[in-house]
T-cell receptor, first 113, second 112 residues
């Protein structure tokens, strides 16, 4: 089925470790986004990309890096994980037209101990 | 700046109507959205409304938009236990790149 796939679904990291979250979409969408979801705070935008080879900072970018080497993939990296990065991470993609909003992945639950 | 606010919790009896409210700040938003999140899942687009509309109806769902007050509501008729979820209101940021600004989400609990 067409959609957005996130890997991994769960991960536990120790403070200071690094990891990469992978997002892949097969809808040929131009725009891709990484959000984090924390209780009572809704979704906050970390980074986004408006096309292959381009990335931009969102609302809460500190501690994260991203890359979009291929149009279908958007990677989110944590270089040195901190407990404050314990969260559920969602990737989303969207087309240039806005009436259909985004398509979301199922999320990655990350715990940093 | 842009901001979207919604109440955090709503409890209704099965069969009653649910009304979830949202206020937003960006009067230039062209589209406003309602997303549904079931436990352990991602967000699913429920419905959307274009800014030049006052109302949109889709089966049990009715969306009302008051642009003057920047108020959006979602009414679910004949609420069922399967409607229990978190509902997010979102506006599209007029600054470009189709960025969506989400509210904190309203947790809807449906009880017998």
């Amino acid at each position: 089925n067409a959609g957005v796939t996130q890997t991994p679904k769960f991960r536990v990291l120790k403070t200071g470790q690094s990891m990469t979250l992978l997002c892949a979409q097969d809808m040929n969408h131009e725009y891709m986004y990484w959000y984090r979801q924390d209780p009572g705070m809704g979704l906050r935008l970390i980074h986004y990309s408006v096309g292959e080879g381009t990335t931009a900072k969102g609302e809460v970018p500190d501690g994260y890096n991203v890359s979009r080497l291929k149009k279908q993939n958007f990677l989110l990296g944590l270089e040195s994980a901190a407990p404050s990065q314990t969260s559920v991470y969602f990737c989303a993609s969207g087309g240039v037209t806005t009436n259909y909003g985004y398509t979301f992945g199922s999320g990655t639950r990350l715990t940093v101990v | 700046g842009e901001d979207v606010e919604q109440s955090l919790f709503l409890s209704v009896r099965e069969g009653d109507s649910s009304v979830i409210n949202c206020t937003y700040t960006d009067s230039s938003s062209t589209y406003l959205y309602w997303y549904k999140q079931e436990p352990g899942a991602g967000l699913q687009l429920l419905t959307y409304i274009f800014s030049n509309m006052d109302m949109k109806q889709d089966q049990r769902l009715t969306v009302l938009l008051n642009k003057k007050d920047k108020h959006l509501s979602l009414r679910i008729a004949d609420t069922q236990t399967g409607d229990s979820a978190i509902y997010f209101c979102a506006e599209i940021f007029s600054g470009g790149y189709n960025k969506l600004i989400f509210g904190a989400g309203t947790r809807l609990a449906v009880h017998p």
